[in-house]
C-alpha cells in the first residue's frame, strides 16, 4: 500500500527483491557469510547491576553463551584502509559497511560485533533509519582492528 493517496506500490514485493538483490552479492559458503555475535546475558534473582551481577557476592548468577544471528538479508561493502601506524595507534582500518532493511536492522540491532570469511569486525555506529519509498534502511558501520577469530 502506498503513502499517497490514489498511488499503488507493492511494499511487500518492493522488500523482497531487495532483499534477494542483498543475497546475490553474498558469498555461498556458509562460513564466508556473515554471522553476527551478542554479548552474554546474566541473571539472577538477586539485586543486580545494569549487567546482571549480583550486588550480594554470595549470591548466583547464571550467564548464558553469547547468542549469534545468520540467515541475515543485508549489503556488504568493504573499504579498503590504509591502514597506517601513528603516534596515536592504527590509523584508517579496513572498515565494512553493511546496509539492512528495517525488519532484519531490528535482529542485529544489538550485536558487538560481525565474523565474515574468519575476519572479525566490531560494530562502531549506525545511520538511519533512512526512507527508501514505504521501506526504512539502516546503515551500520565495522572495524576490524586487525582481529580474526580467536582474537581480540
Known amino acids: 500500500m502506498s503513502a499517497v493517496p490514489g498511488v499503488s506500490f507493492d511494499q511487500v514485493g518492493f522488500e523482497a527483491g531487495i532483499r534477494q538483490a ?8 556458509g562460513a564466508d557469510q556473515p554471522v553476527f555475535h551478542f554479548l552474554a546475558t546474566t541473571t539472577t534473582t538477586a ?4 549487567r546482571g551481577v549480583p550486588f550480594d557476592p554470595s549470591a548466583t548468577a547464571t550467564t548464558d553463551e553469547p547468542a549469534t544471528v545468520t540467515g541475515v538479508s543485508c549489503a556488504l ?4 584502509g590504509a591502514d ?4 596515536l595507534g592504527r590509523l584508517d582500518e579496513s572498515p565494512l559497511t553493511i546496509t539492512f532493511l528495517d525488519a532484519e ?3 542485529i540491532k544489538d550485536a558487538t560485533h560481525v565474523v565474515i ?9 549506525v545511520d538511519g533509519p533512512y526512507a527508501l519509498f514505504t521501506s526504512q534502511v539502516w546503515i551500520t558501520y565495522w572495524n576490524t582492528h586487525g582481529g580474526t577469530v580467536g582474537t581480540e
Open 22 to 29: 542483498m543475497l546475490m552479492g553474498q558469498a555461498v559458503a
Open 47 to 50: 539485586s543486580a547491576d545494569s
Open 77 to 80: 561493502e568493504f573499504t579498503a
Open 84 to 87: 597506517q601506524d601513528s603516534r
Open 105 to 107: 536492522y531490528q535482529r
Open 117 to 125: 570469511a574468519g575476519t572479525r569486525y566490531d560494530f562502531d555506529n
